[in-house]
Each structure stands twice: as structure tokens, then as C-alpha cells.
């Protein structure tokens, strides 16, 4: 199960998930623009998230600007 406060360590998290490749990359990534969102839904049992996250590249760096999780 997740746990309420999330999880502690990368490591914990790939043991929630066992059927899921987490050193995989899908690198290289390139953009078009310096501004984009970043949309994900995560689904667990009968529970679903969503958030959208306002993300602006800038010299190979990116910004977070802001995020919003089930439309909050």
C-alpha cells in the first residue's frame, strides 16, 4: 500500500511497484518552448490523483511555477 505520509526513499517506493521499471530513462527530452504543463494521474486500488504542474525551462534547468493536485 502507499503510505499516508508518502514514501521515504526511492528504494521503498520501487518495492510498492515491483512490475515497474524505475531505471528505465527516456532520455534525451527536448522541448519546443520554455513553457509547459505537466499533467499525471496516479491510480492505487480505488483511490485516483491527479495534479498539473506549470513547469518553465530555462537554460537546462527547470522551474516548477506552480502545481495544483486534484483541481486545488
Not at 510498492?16 to 527536448?30: A, G, I, K, R, Y
Request: net charge negative.
Amino acid at each position: 500500500t502507499i503510505p499516508e505520509e508518502g514514501f521515504a526513499s526511492t528504494s521503498q517506493l520501487a518495492g510498492v511497484f515491483p512490475n515497474f521499471d524505475f531505471s528505465t530513462t527516456h532520455l534525451p527530452v527536448s522541448f519546443t518552448t520554455e513553457w509547459f504543463y505537466l499533467d499525471a494521474v496516479i491510480t492505487f486500488e480505488k483511490y485516483s490523483a491527479t495534479s498539473r504542474t506549470l513547469i518553465n525551462m530555462n537554460n537546462n534547468k527547470a522551474y516548477i511555477v506552480s502545481r495544483s493536485y486534484n483541481g486545488i
